[in-house]
């Protein structure tokens, strides 16, 4: 599934239009001459068509855009902040499963490696947000910080 935004949204399904209005590049001027109008600037569109593209929805290089085939779901939110929220929840779920792999019979696993499968693991999440999750996980009772005689560890909470 793919998650963007209204503003993402509302340029995508202009794409959509002008994609079977052109044969199959979709000059960026027709986008802006339709959607830069009012409150939505042409450095919001750039912005949005770089968005999209680094989603795979769309190609976009210079002046051109062109719309990608695909069968992926897509979800829309209302704003940035929406879209950052829904992705850390994702993100914390897959650390969640993440430690649940990690963790010995009594539901230890080592502060070191478990930050350490967290920053270089399959997720490769960076230090900001590796800790946001850890702490978030923390504040939901799901994981515990706790100091051994043989040094720091988390305890999986279940």
Do not use: W
Not at 43 to 66: A, G, P, R, T, W
């Amino acid at each position: 599934m793919i998650t963007i935004t209204r503003k993402e949204e509302v340029v995508f399904n202009q794409i959509k239009i002008f994609d079977v209005e052109y044969d199959e590049e979709i000059p960026i001027s027709a986008l802006k001459k339709e959607l830069c109008t009012g409150s939505f600037h042409e450095y919001d569109l750039v912005q949005v068509l770089n968005s999209l593209s680094n989603k795979k929805l769309i190609e976009f290089n210079d002046s051109i855009i062109k719309l990608v085939s695909s069968d992926k779901e897509i979800n829309t939110v209302n704003s940035k902040k929406d879209l950052e929220e829904l992705e850390l929840n994702m993100k914390e779920k897959e650390s969640f499963e993440l430690i649940k792999t990690l963790v010995n019979e009594k539901n230890l696993v080592s502060k070191y490696i478990l930050e350490g499968n967290l920053l270089y693991g399959d997720l490769k999440l960076t230090n900001f947000r590796m800790y946001h999750i850890i702490l978030s996980l923390e504040n939901k009772g799901l994981l515990k910080h706790i100091h051994k005689s043989d040094g720091e560890y988390y305890l999986l909470v279940e």
